[in-house]
């Protein structure tokens, strides 16, 4: 038996001698979708010159997006950290942690704004409000203070990629930070990659 549809779009379902349904069906990501509806963000500190083999603060976001429709939550889907060749002598790999809900800290008094906060679909003009809270650390030794740890990671020189999930609901903030584990020091940056999620009760 085939089923017509009714909306002049000259498609339709068959159904079989096992009375299953077959269509053609196309399923699509909830971050593919955010994509194309432009509220896709890739989120970068740009280079930071570090030096020493204290914990650093990296980057700190705070999600207080306006709501669109309904609570507006923001959801990392990855971390990316870069290191560059580091001086001196090295102590140990480089130690990487992810703060869940930090409450301060000199890199939040100091209140930088990051180099990138870059819409994943060039052709949207949609932004991340001002309301939110992204900043990152111009220097060595900016502290993230509170809250507690996420997850730690360990990386040599080069990149990290961490494919986390991290559903950072309207109110709640996460926060990177780097010991670099050397007597000398070298550039790194932090990436967080995400996309809001509107309308979530």
Not at 21 to 40: I, M
């Amino acid at each position: 038996m085939r089923i017509e549809d009714g909306g002049g779009n000259n498609g339709f379902a068959i159904v079989n001698g096992n009375q299953q349904l077959k269509t053609f069906s196309v399923s699509e990501s909830e971050q593919a979708r955010a994509t194309e509806d432009g509220d896709a963000y890739n989120i970068n500190t740009g280079l930071i010159a570090l030096t020493g083999t204290a914990e650093n603060g990296l980057i700190y976001f705070k999600n207080d997006e306006a709501p669109k429709n309904g609570e507006s939550a923001f959801v990392i889907t990855a971390i990316a950290v870069g290191v560059g060749t580091r001086s001196a002598t090295e102590t140990d790999l480089a130690v990487v942690k992810v703060y869940r809900n930090p409450t301060g800290g000199t890199l939040f008094d100091a209140a930088t704004a990051v180099d990138i906060s870059s819409n994943s679909n060039f052709g949207s003009s949609n932004s991340l409000s001002s309301t939110s809270l992204i900043y990152k650390a111009t220097s060595s030794a900016q502290t993230i203070t509170g809250g507690t740890e996420h997850a730690v990671f360990i990386m040599d020189d080069g990149r990290l990629y961490a494919p986390l999930t991290i559903d950072l609901e309207r109110g709640s903030s996460i926060g990177v930070s780097i010991d670099l584990n050397t007597s000398g020091g070298a550039n790194a940056y932090c990436a967080i990659i995400g996309y809001r999620k509107n309308g979530k009760n």
